[in-house]
């Protein structure tokens, strides 16, 4: 059993673990009550973004050089490309449950359209950061580092699933974090990213979904969706002649 030697390690698992942890519990709270405003829901991934930045400019023991280190030394023969497929479960657990006939928010359209447009913007900002950061990997692969796209995009498929699944399986709701949180940290284990750039990842990948969810243009827009199209028709005198006026909405 390997054991770690230094208490930055802990440092990073508590940190991320209970930012997640108070995170499900404060977008319960306000699942229930929808006159939370939008800055208290957004406290844990702006936590989670601010404590990263600090992680990634910092110097010292909270120093992401440091971390990194910290944790390479206490797992040094780790080796696994689970995140490259951990980071989908969240998604195929909700069209899953979809199948199964578990009640969720939306339906199976709604939710995809929600998915696809979060994944299109959070990756806009991820990778339009990572070019304009141009931060080299721990393991100086390349300078694709910051933030880390393989966290953010596990943490918008997690929190589609929160927001489909709180009010109906909370349980189901909860477990995409299990996984996105995982992925974050395999990534860093992995040596291909350092603490900060989970961490901000993951902040981004909650916040963009949120903004999403929210957005109210986006909610009824279906074009899928049959319509119905509303005809009337009404006799009409004016100036001595006689006419038929028509409104037709659709």
Not at 44 to 62: A, D, K, Q
Not at 216 to 227: C, G, I, M
């Amino acid at each position: 059993m390997m054991k770690c030697k230094n208490a930055g390690f802990f440092l990073f698992l508590m940190i991320f673990a209970n930012l997640i942890m108070y995170g499900q519990k404060d977008s319960l709270v306000i699942e229930q009550t929808q006159q939370k405003s939008f800055l208290k829901k957004s406290i844990v991934p702006l936590s989670l973004i601010g404590v990263g930045l600090v992680v990634n400019y910092s110097n010292g023991t909270i120093g992401k050089e440091n971390l990194q280190e910290q944790i390479q030394n206490s797992f040094p023969d780790f080796e696994s490309n689970a995140d490259d497929f951990l980071l989908f479960v969240p998604a195929l657990t909700m069209y899953t449950a979809d199948l199964l006939k578990v009640k969720s928010k939306n339906n199976a359209f709604d939710q995809t359209k929600y998915l696809v447009v979060s994944l299109l913007i959070n990756n806009a900002i991820t990778y339009g950061l990572k070019n304009i950061t141009n931060v080299e990997r721990p393991n100086g692969e390349n300078n694709d580092s910051f933030p880390s796209g393989h966290t953010s995009n596990a943490f918008v498929m997690a929190t589609v699933l929160h927001h489909e699944f709180i009010n109906t399986s909370p349980w189901l709701a909860y477990s995409g974090y299990l996984f996105a949180t995982t992925t974050g940290v395999f990534r860093v284990l992995n040596n291909k990213h350092w603490v900060s750039d989970v961490l901000v990842g993951a902040g981004i990948g909650i916040l963009v979904t949120d903004l999403v969810y929210r957005f109210e243009p986006l909610k009824n827009w279906n074009p899928f969706k049959s319509k119905k199209t509303t005809v009337m028709i009404s006799p009409t005198y004016f100036e001595n002649s006689v006419g038929i006026y028509a409104n037709i909405v659709f």
